[in-house]
Protein backbone atom coordinates (compact mmCIF):
# COMPACT_ATOMS: atom_id res chain seq x y z
CA UNK A 1 0.00 0.00 0.00
CA UNK A 2 0.72 3.66 -0.43
CA UNK A 3 2.34 4.97 2.53
CA UNK A 4 1.86 7.69 2.19
CA UNK A 5 -2.27 7.78 1.27
CA UNK A 6 -4.37 9.25 4.42
CA UNK A 7 -7.76 7.75 4.55
CA UNK A 8 -11.44 9.11 6.12
CA UNK A 9 -12.85 6.24 7.49
CA UNK A 10 -16.84 6.15 8.56
CA UNK A 11 -18.00 3.91 11.39
CA UNK A 12 -21.61 3.77 13.01
CA UNK A 13 -22.16 2.37 16.66
CA UNK A 14 -24.95 2.05 18.96
CA UNK A 15 -24.28 4.54 21.83
CA UNK A 16 -21.75 7.33 22.82
CA UNK A 17 -20.26 5.59 25.72
CA UNK A 18 -19.26 2.70 23.38
CA UNK A 19 -17.96 5.65 20.50
CA UNK A 20 -15.90 7.30 23.19
CA UNK A 21 -14.01 4.00 24.59
CA UNK A 22 -13.48 2.84 20.92
CA UNK A 23 -12.17 6.34 19.26
CA UNK A 24 -10.20 6.25 22.38
CA UNK A 25 -8.50 2.91 22.05
CA UNK A 26 -7.60 3.19 18.38
CA UNK A 27 -5.95 6.85 18.72
CA UNK A 28 -4.26 5.28 21.65
CA UNK A 29 -3.42 1.93 19.84
CA UNK A 30 -1.99 4.59 17.07
CA UNK A 31 -4.50 2.85 14.28
CA UNK A 32 -5.61 6.98 14.01
CA UNK A 33 -4.48 10.00 14.28
CA UNK A 34 -7.67 11.40 15.01
CA UNK A 35 -11.37 10.47 15.40
CA UNK A 36 -14.16 13.05 15.77
CA UNK A 37 -17.69 11.52 17.19
CA UNK A 38 -20.91 13.04 15.50
CA UNK A 39 -24.38 12.93 16.68
CA UNK A 40 -26.49 11.08 17.47
CA UNK A 41 -27.69 10.61 13.60
CA UNK A 42 -31.12 8.70 13.11
CA UNK A 43 -30.18 5.43 10.78
CA UNK A 44 -33.07 3.83 8.68
CA UNK A 45 -31.93 0.53 6.73
CA UNK A 46 -33.34 -2.55 6.27
CA UNK A 47 -32.35 -5.94 8.80
CA UNK A 48 -32.98 -8.98 8.36
CA UNK A 49 -36.03 -8.85 6.21
CA UNK A 50 -37.47 -5.59 8.59
CA UNK A 51 -36.72 -2.06 7.75
CA UNK A 52 -35.02 -0.44 11.12
CA UNK A 53 -35.14 2.89 12.53
CA UNK A 54 -32.18 3.29 14.96
CA UNK A 55 -30.20 6.08 16.90
CA UNK A 56 -26.66 5.77 15.94
CA UNK A 57 -22.96 7.75 16.99
CA UNK A 58 -20.87 8.14 13.73
CA UNK A 59 -17.28 8.17 14.17
CA UNK A 60 -15.10 9.68 11.36
CA UNK A 61 -11.65 8.74 11.87
CA UNK A 62 -7.94 9.94 10.30
CA UNK A 63 -5.80 7.22 9.20
CA UNK A 64 -3.44 6.12 6.22
CA UNK A 65 -4.02 3.20 4.24
CA UNK A 66 -1.41 1.38 4.93
CA UNK A 67 -2.97 1.56 8.59
CA UNK A 68 -6.71 0.57 7.41
CA UNK A 69 -6.51 -3.17 7.71
CA UNK A 70 -5.43 -2.84 11.14
CA UNK A 71 -7.64 -0.29 12.00
CA UNK A 72 -10.90 -2.21 10.82
CA UNK A 73 -9.28 -5.55 12.33
CA UNK A 74 -9.34 -3.67 16.15
CA UNK A 75 -12.52 -2.04 15.08
CA UNK A 76 -14.38 -5.62 14.37
CA UNK A 77 -12.76 -6.77 17.69
CA UNK A 78 -14.36 -4.20 20.17
CA UNK A 79 -17.61 -3.30 18.12
CA UNK A 80 -21.22 -4.61 19.66
CA UNK A 81 -22.52 -5.33 16.08
CA UNK A 82 -22.27 -8.53 14.08
CA UNK A 83 -21.74 -6.04 11.09
CA UNK A 84 -20.49 -2.86 11.67
CA UNK A 85 -20.18 -0.26 9.04
CA UNK A 86 -16.62 0.44 8.33
CA UNK A 87 -16.42 2.01 5.31
CA UNK A 88 -12.99 4.33 4.25
CA UNK A 89 -12.62 6.97 1.34
CA UNK A 90 -9.07 8.53 0.60
CA UNK A 91 -8.38 11.96 0.94
CA UNK A 92 -8.05 13.43 -2.44
CA UNK A 93 -7.35 17.07 -1.18
CA UNK A 94 -6.00 18.41 2.33
CA UNK A 95 -4.22 20.92 4.50
CA UNK A 96 -0.62 19.11 3.61
CA UNK A 97 0.51 19.72 7.22
CA UNK A 98 -2.55 18.40 8.72
CA UNK A 99 -1.78 15.46 6.19
CA UNK A 100 1.69 15.01 7.41
CA UNK A 101 0.42 14.96 11.02
CA UNK A 102 -1.62 11.98 9.76
CA UNK A 103 0.97 9.98 8.80
CA UNK A 104 2.84 11.04 11.83
CA UNK A 105 1.03 9.95 14.79
CA UNK A 106 -0.64 6.47 12.70
CA UNK A 107 2.74 4.60 13.12
CA UNK A 108 2.16 0.86 15.25
CA UNK A 109 5.52 1.19 16.44
CA UNK A 110 4.83 4.59 18.21
CA UNK A 111 1.93 2.44 20.19
CA UNK A 112 1.37 3.35 24.02
Known sequence: MDTGKTL????T???????RKLAQTIVQGRFA???NILG????IYRWEGRIENTEEIVLLVKT????????????????PYD??????WPHSHGD????AWV?????????A
Open 64 to 79: TADRYAALEGRVRELH
Open 33 to 35: ACV
Open 96 to 99: EKFL
Open 103 to 111: RGEVRPELA
Open 83 to 88: TPCIVA
Open 8 to 11: CVYI
Open 13 to 19: IDHRDNA
Open 40 to 43: PIES
